[in-house]
């Protein structure tokens, strides 16, 4: 897919210019501030999944800002072979394959370590996305990063998850989760990109300290 420049549509007026620009500078001061003060746990994060076997952190490519693709980080969570391991899974049980091509995921995947299962469930693993917010690559709020395929899902609307930049947290991660089907996901991204705020965005990071810690809706 090529980068498709969304900039020209009416909805982004939303948020325009010098909010943008207070965005980009809340998520610069705000993500280096956590890489900071998270120092300590990142470390031994990182040393505990060495120790499982493997590289600490991997990057797998997504969908961004008007189409641009980049690498998004996260702590590995799973067995190295994972990629084998689904493929051989899919090929062999039609229920697991049916729900991968539901909802590209599983909600009991044999490819999660035990470490990987724990740093999911509090969403741990998704802090080396901090680095992707300082390169101006993600939001600390904003749509789940998608992968390329999963475009299609969006119909009618895609425009509308390209017109703003991934987020670590977002309205899908304070509404459920892996709890809601796809369509849902489509249409809290849809409602994020047509009423997004600085105020709105506060209120998401406040609601998702509640959900990592009650770990709803994670696998």
């Known amino acids: 897919m090529q980068p498709q420049d969304v900039s020209g549509l009416e909805e982004r007026a939303a948020l325009p210019g010098e909010s943008d620009r207070v965005k980009r500078v809340f998520d610069i001061v705000c993500a280096l501030s956590m890489i900071v003060v998270l120092a300590p746990l990142l470390l031994v994060i990182a040393v505990m999944v060495m120790l499982d076997g493997g590289p600490c952190v991997f990057g797998h490519t997504r969908i961004g800002l008007n189409g641009v693709k980049f690498r998004c980080l996260k702590f590995r969570s799973m067995?190295?072979?994972?990629?084998?391991?689904?493929?051989?899974?899919?090929?062999?049980?039609?229920?697991?394959?049916?729900?991968?091509?539901?909802?590209?995921?599983?909600?009991?995947?044999?490819r999660i370590t035990r470490l990987g299962r724990f740093i999911r469930r509090t969403s741990i693993d998704e802090l080396p996305q901090l680095w992707n917010v300082v390169r101006g690559e993600m939001s600390l709020v904003g749509p789940r990063p998608i992968v390329e395929a999963e475009l299609e899902r969006y119909g009618a609307y895609t425009n509308y998850y390209l017109m703003t930049k991934p987020g670590i947290t977002g309205m899908w991660q304070v509404s459920g989760r892996s709890d809601l089907d796809y369509a849902s996901r489509v249409s809290l991204d849809v409602q994020y990109a047509r009423t997004r705020s600085f105020a709105g965005d506060a209120l998401i990071m406040i609601k998702t300290i509640g959900v990592a810690l009650k770990r709803r809706g994670a696998y």
């Open 79 to 110: 067995v190295t072979n994972a990629d084998e391991v689904l493929k051989e899974l899919l090929e062999r049980d039609p229920v697991a394959r049916a729900e991968w091509e539901r909802d590209f995921k599983l909600k009991d995947d044999v």
